[in-house]
């Protein structure tokens, strides 16, 4: 299959064009070889390649989203939404990935957001990416959106991506303990999204690790996999809390997610966090 992936240098498209490349003709794309909001250049460069499936990982970050909203809306509403109509054009799929952002985080322990709950976004970057999604549906009925949450895996610097590292090198973090979410390994985020293109039933779907935890506890637990003593785990976290952090935009504070279609479909769970956390921490 020729797929065509757009936002290839970051996280999500990196390691997407990396794995689609050993089974299919895969047209990698970072933003300097296509603009995604560039609506003239998104329909020659679709119209050309003739893909049977595009994939957007292009997004505008969540404190960017906040301090340049035209751009926002150009990056995360109008650019998915050009890529969906040059698709719909050609009898293209895409995929398109969202966010937990979508939901706003309250109260905290309530159950995990699901498809049948209303999104409520408490930022710019939320407002955008629903509205991004919105976006996509209207012009591709052949559609997958994948709502996905606190993604890690290597060459990005995150805290999620870094912390397993920097503990193992004794280097001190800075771990946020009031906000909580579900957390997702990329390698585990992309076998998934595969999974459910495979079957073909286009919609909106959850894609995450079970399970749910703050970034302090993702921390801790990534000492723990390392081997390292307790108090030195403790001597090298240092907690923060995400009420002190004078953010540009506001996070929810409670986002874990489930996915109801992924149920519905048959597919198993995905496997708990700690699981796939201990993989990336193999890995490293
Ligand atoms: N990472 C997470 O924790 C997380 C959580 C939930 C959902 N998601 C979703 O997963 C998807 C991928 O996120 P990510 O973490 O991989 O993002 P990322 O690492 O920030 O990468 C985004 C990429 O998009 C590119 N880009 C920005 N504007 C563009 C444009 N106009 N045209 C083409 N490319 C453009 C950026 O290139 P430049 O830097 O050169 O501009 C960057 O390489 C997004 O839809 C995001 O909402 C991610």
């Known amino acids: 299959m020729r797929i065509l992936i757009s936002g290839v240098a970051g996280l999500v498209g990196s390691h997407l064009a990396r794995r689609m490349a050993r089974e299919h003709e895969v047209l990698a794309l970072t933003h300097g070889d296509l603009d995604i909001t560039d609506g003239a250049a998104v329909r020659r460069c679709v119209a050309d390649a003739k893909p049977a499936l595009i994939i957007n990982c292009a997004v505008l970050q969540v404190d960017e989203s906040e301090q340049e909203p035209a751009r926002a809306q150009a990056v995360n509403v109008d650019g998915p939404g050009f890529l969906a109509g040059a698709a719909s054009e050609i009898g293209a799929e895409m995929v398109h990935f969202s966010t937990q952002y979508a939901f706003d985080g309250e109260p905290v322990s309530r159950l995990p957001y699901t498809i049948e709950d209303a999104p409520r976004p408490v930022n710019n970057y939320g407002r955008t990416k629903v509205a991004g999604e919105a976006a996509v549906r209207a012009a591709c009925a052949r559609s997958f959106i994948v709502r996905t949450s606190w993604v ?55 894609v995450v690790n079970e399970g749910v935890c703050t970034y302090y506890e993702f921390a801790l637990e990534a000492g723990r996999l390392l081997g390292l003593a307790r108090d030195r785990i403790d001597s090298l976290i240092e907690i923060t809390h995400e009420r002190d952090m004078k953010r540009v935009a506001a996070r929810p504070r409670y986002t874990p997610l489930r996915c109801v279609l992924s149920e519905q479909l048959g597919l198993p769970p995905m496997r708990d966090w700690r699981a796939a956390l201990a993989e990336y921490v193999g890995c490293g």
Do not use: P
């Not at 800075?174 to 906000?179: C, E, L, Q, S």
């Open 152 to 206: 890690y895996g290597s060459g990005k610097n995150s805290f999620l991506c870094t912390v397993a590292n920097d503990l193992k090198a004794g280097r001190t973090v800075r771990a946020i303990d009031d906000i909580w979410s579900s957390t997702t390994f990329v390698d585990d985020l992309i076998e998934r999204m595969m999974a459910i293109r495979a079957i073909g039933r286009y919609g909106t779907y959850h």
